[in-house]
């Protein structure tokens, strides 16, 4: 099976890393979306009152998790239908076994966006399926499509799916019996556009058939560590979801379930978070500018999606050489050779330090 994966993006970034690390000041990591922020003490408060938790948690999730997560899909992203929901691993783990969990195997195809994180992919790989890429889907399109991923903000490049695209794709996979999964984990991040749930009343007018929602704690709550992550949305395939989860085992620990209530609760946190984000957004976008870098999209997320118009490994080794680690384009498709993602996520302190770098003559 491993043989049918490609190769683990970060791997190929090694080189690129230690380059960067060889800087007399350090490495700035922009790399990865990893959080470095600490988690918020309400949560983590949470956590600790749960720990004594000797019993087997509840794959569902405890009636108060649920609760929260209905709660929160129904205001957050203006949600009024009826909802099926369940916790995940994070939500990395739901990606790639998704089209797996929905029976999806040889013989089906699986669409992905043109540019996009690479776990779409790995994991129609896992389920034997076929990976198509496009942005746009055709009016007649391949009739063994069983899933199609949208994913607004986009990871890597920050785009916004308006609510007309959304719908439109929506009723294209419901003539094919297709399910339409939406990564959804940076909708609390939008910059320039407000982002739209695919599970908002603008787009599916509380009827959820054939669509999921996927969302993560990572970004939102610091949460990357806890591996907290949920899906809502069509009560029947929620259904089978779970199901298949119970026997797989896969189940978020019990003090993690008890943290989540705890994160969804608490918007507080959430403020002050963006407002972290908001800051080194400005600092870095700022010196990407005056450095010589275009910025495509990037109206939402946690990423600058930039380009100096050449090959992605020549800009990541040029900013490894100023000890800044970027990942390249090339790591989410072919159409983004180009192009460099620069994440959000180092200490104030670092990403003063890379913008200092960047002032440097290129």
């Given at each position: 099976m491993s043989s049918a994966l490609p190769d683990f993006p970060w791997d190929l970034l090694e080189p690129a890393k230690t380059l960067a690390a060889s800087h007399p000041d350090g490495i700035v990591d922009l790399s990865v979306g990893t959080p470095v922020d600490s988690v918020p003490a309400v949560i983590r408060q949470a956590l600790v009152e749960a720990v004594d938790s000797p019993g087997y948690p509840l794959t569902a999730g405890t009636p108060k998790l649920r609760a929260a997560i209905a709660g929160w899909l129904a205001r957050s992203c203006h949600a009024s239908g009826e909802l099926g929901v369940l916790p995940t691993i994070g939500s990395k783990e739901l990606v790639a076994w998704l089209p797996t969990l929905l029976g999806v195997g040889p013989g089906d195809a699986v669409v992905i966006p043109q540019v996009c994180y690479p776990t779409y992919e790995v994991g129609v790989r896992l389920a034997g399926a076929e990976v198509i890429r496009s942005d746009a889907?055709?009016?007649?399109?391949?009739a063994r499509v069983k899933l199609v991923w949208i994913n607004s903000p986009s990871n890597p490049t920050g785009r916004v799916l308006p609510a007309e695209h959304l719908r439109k794709v929506v009723a294209w996979a419901r003539e094919r019996g297709a399910v339409v999964a939406s990564d959804e984990c940076y909708l609390s991040l939008g910059w320039e556009s407000e982002p739209v749930s695919v599970l908002s009343d603008e787009v599916t007018g509380g009827d959820y058939t054939s669509v999921l929602a996927v969302?993560?704690?990572?970004?939102?709550?610091?949460?990357?560590?806890?591996?907290?992550?949920?899906?809502?949305?069509?009560?029947?395939?929620?259904?089978?979801?779970l199901a298949v989860r119970k026997h797989a085992g896969m189940i978020p620990p019990a003090p993690v379930q008890a943290a989540m209530v705890a994160a969804l609760g608490d918007e507080e946190h959430v403020v002050v978070q963006r407002a972290r984000y908001a800051a080194r957004r400005e600092t870095l976008r700022a010196a990407l500018t005056e450095a010589g870098f275009a910025i495509s999209h990037s109206e939402a997320g946690l990423y600058l999606w930039a380009t100096r118009g050449e090959d992605c490994w020549q800009t990541v080794d040029r900013l490894a050489k100023r000890g800044i680690l970027a990942a390249p384009g090339a790591f989410y498709g072919p159409a983004a050779a180009q192009h460099v993602r620069i994440a959000l996520t180092a200490t104030d302190e670092r990403v003063a330090a890379a913008a200092d770098r960047l002032a440097e003559p290129f």
């Amino acid at each position: 099976m491993s043989s049918a994966l490609p190769d683990f993006p970060w791997d190929l970034l090694e080189p690129a890393k230690t380059l960067a690390a060889s800087h007399p000041d350090g490495i700035v990591d922009l790399s990865v979306g990893t959080p470095v922020d600490s988690v918020p003490a309400v949560i983590r408060q949470a956590l600790v009152e749960a720990v004594d938790s000797p019993g087997y948690p509840l794959t569902a999730g405890t009636p108060k998790l649920r609760a929260a997560i209905a709660g929160w899909l129904a205001r957050s992203c203006h949600a009024s239908g009826e909802l099926g929901v369940l916790p995940t691993i994070g939500s990395k783990e739901l990606v790639a076994w998704l089209p797996t969990l929905l029976g999806v195997g040889p013989g089906d195809a699986v669409v992905i966006p043109q540019v996009c994180y690479p776990t779409y992919e790995v994991g129609v790989r896992l389920a034997g399926a076929e990976v198509i890429r496009s942005d746009a889907l055709t009016a007649a399109g391949p009739a063994r499509v069983k899933l199609v991923w949208i994913n607004s903000p986009s990871n890597p490049t920050g785009r916004v799916l308006p609510a007309e695209h959304l719908r439109k794709v929506v009723a294209w996979a419901r003539e094919r019996g297709a399910v339409v999964a939406s990564d959804e984990c940076y909708l609390s991040l939008g910059w320039e556009s407000e982002p739209v749930s695919v599970l908002s009343d603008e787009v599916t007018g509380g009827d959820y058939t054939s669509v999921l929602a996927v969302h993560s704690l990572s970004k939102r709550s610091n949460l990357a560590g806890y591996r907290a992550g949920f899906v809502g949305g069509d009560p029947a395939l929620i259904a089978e979801l779970l199901a298949v989860r119970k026997h797989a085992g896969m189940i978020p620990p019990a003090p993690v379930q008890a943290a989540m209530v705890a994160a969804l609760g608490d918007e507080e946190h959430v403020v002050v978070q963006r407002a972290r984000y908001a800051a080194r957004r400005e600092t870095l976008r700022a010196a990407l500018t005056e450095a010589g870098f275009a910025i495509s999209h990037s109206e939402a997320g946690l990423y600058l999606w930039a380009t100096r118009g050449e090959d992605c490994w020549q800009t990541v080794d040029r900013l490894a050489k100023r000890g800044i680690l970027a990942a390249p384009g090339a790591f989410y498709g072919p159409a983004a050779a180009q192009h460099v993602r620069i994440a959000l996520t180092a200490t104030d302190e670092r990403v003063a330090a890379a913008a200092d770098r960047l002032a440097e003559p290129f």
